[in-house]
């Protein structure tokens, strides 16, 4: 496999756990009682909606899709952070933990997006 290959794979691999991301933010700052939590998440989602559009457009200059991989990592991360909406946790409690599957989250994008950057052909 080519290094053009792995930069390619990662890119797709991190496309897809930054759309899985716009789809579980908006249900994680409902879910939230503090109104704190909420502006984070709601803020990240707008973060999060930048960084597909910029890896899109990573993709498109390699001549490249970015569809076509499903990033298992983050999918059972947000498996995980539905569940933490689901439990019967109430207030404070619950939103402790909504916060902590919400950092889990964050340490797997700052790992993706370091992995990517460390195998990209032009450094």
Not at 11 to 40: C, I, W
Not at 66 to 91: A, F, H, R, S
Request: aromatic share 2%; with cysteine; glycine share 8%.
């Amino acid at each position: 496999m080519s290094l053009e290959n792995v930069l390619i794979d990662e890119l797709r691999d991190l496309y897809s756990a930054e759309n899985q991301l716009v789809k579980a933010l908006p249900k994680m700052a409902k879910g939230s009682s503090s109104s704190e939590l909420k502006e984070l998440f709601t803020g990240h989602l707008e973060q999060t909606k930048g960084h597909v559009e910029r890896l899109k457009q990573a993709c498109e200059l390699l001549g490249k899709k970015p569809t076509g991989e499903l990033c298992k990592g983050m999918e059972g991360l947000v498996k995980e952070g539905q569940e933490q909406l689901e439990d019967d946790e109430e207030g404070a409690a619950k939103d402790i933990c909504i916060a902590g599957a919400a950092l889990r989250v964050e340490h797997y994008e700052i790992a993706g997006a370091t992995q990517q950057q460390l195998r990209s052909p032009n450094r």
